[in-house]
């Protein structure tokens, strides 16, 4: 059997010392002919390996350059220098695969993240990006753990579909056609009877409509899968394909959909804090670093580790749309115009300056807005009594703005189909979903997670594009 290795992270946690063992990664560095560092992406730390002087070939040593796979045996013994309790004292050497220094593109040394987007291919064999997919890992896993603990089921929504969930259109289109060569109706338009599903469709931008359906027969429902927006966003909060988690719940109202959102999200970084501290402690020294180029007045308050304790440790602030407003109507960074959108008046959308404003500078803790004007929000949140707002709800997260959008579904159909006709939603076309409110209609509600902005969060990056291995944006589908 080739791969009978122990893996570095039980190497350096375990109870090896003294045994002969077998490891095998890539050289991160080779130091005066004799000490590897070798990392094999279970931990972050790298293992010492010790070749003894004169004891290898000249031909081998030379190929042992950064970047190269080796095959090590050897005991695992007590080093004497600093930085590592253990050693591992080489008996074998072997290099499975060369790796030209000269070509190799990363160094060792630290590199910018704009660099080492260019080369996502290779980026993983960072310690930064190491840590960072490690952490999303663990991220979905405990996502899963936590829903498969309160008994949702795990629904599979489709990729390919015929709606555009919120109606806003920034989608992408799946077609089988020619796309040189469309099969076209007698007045120039396209065919889409003749197309691959008989109809124009598109990649989902949401999986919530199906995750109602579901709901409202098997009671707690969740998605988590990939979803698409052509938006031609070009910022750092946004990505044309990110990972959405979506949970929905029969039987629930406004309240409900916020205390699962807020339990939720301790939970997972909870989950965190427990099992991927090596990686998280890496990423806090890293952010650390990288703000002492910045002023101070830009610098995060809090570091890392000490900013996810706190939001598992305290309750998130919730406040109404409406008293947002005035806070941030008569505050000294309105007043001073500091803002680029000035807040005027009741109804306008916030914009992640407000957003950050509230939860950073206002409350200091992560925020859940609730009830926002009609006029903002999806055509299937609940409309309140007011006639003006619905039963929206959206967490704030310090560093990042919205995080978590929800709401409590309408279920009432005479309600639904007004707003609809209100806002141009095809009706006819969305009869599957009606149905749900023709046969046996309950109150529900979810919410969607934005799974990147989540790890940017977490991992206290501050770029979308660095948080998922190979990212889409406007004018880039490398990979
Ligand atoms: P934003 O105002 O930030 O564009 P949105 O209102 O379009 O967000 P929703 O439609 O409510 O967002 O989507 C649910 C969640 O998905 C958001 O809370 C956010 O976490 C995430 N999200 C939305 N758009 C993107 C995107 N382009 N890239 C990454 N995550 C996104
Ligand atoms: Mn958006």
Known sequence: MFNKRVRIKEVLEGDLLNREITVMGWVRTFRNN????????????????VLELGKFDESLLKRITTGAALKITGILVASLGKGQKVELKAQKAEVLGDSDAEKFPLQPKKHSLEFLREIAHLRFRTNTFGAIFRIRHSLAFAIHQFFNQKGFVYLHSPIITASDAEGAGETFHVTSFDLENPTKNEDGSINYKEDFFGKPTNLTVSGQLEAELAALALGDVYTFGPTFRAENSNTARHLAEFWMIEPEMAFSDLEDDMNLAEEFIKYIIKYILENNREDLDFLATRLTEEEKQKPQNERSEMRLIEKLEFVTNNDFERLTYTEAIEILKNSAANKKK????????????????????????????????????????AFYMRQNDDGKTVAAMDILAPGIGEIVGGSQREERLDVLEKRMREMNIPVEEMNWYLDTRRFGTVPHAGFGLGFERLMLFVTGMTNIRDVIPFPRFPKNAEF
């Open 34 to 49: 004799q000490f590897i560092a070798l990392n094999d992406g279970s931990t972050n730390s790298n293992l010492q390996v």
């Open 338 to 377: 500091k803002f680029q959108y000035p807040v005027d008046k009741w109804g306008i959308d916030l914009q992640s300056e407000h957003e950050r404003y509230l939860v950073e500078k206002h409350f200091k803790k992560p925020v859940i807005l609730i009830n926002y004007p009609k006029e903002i929000k």
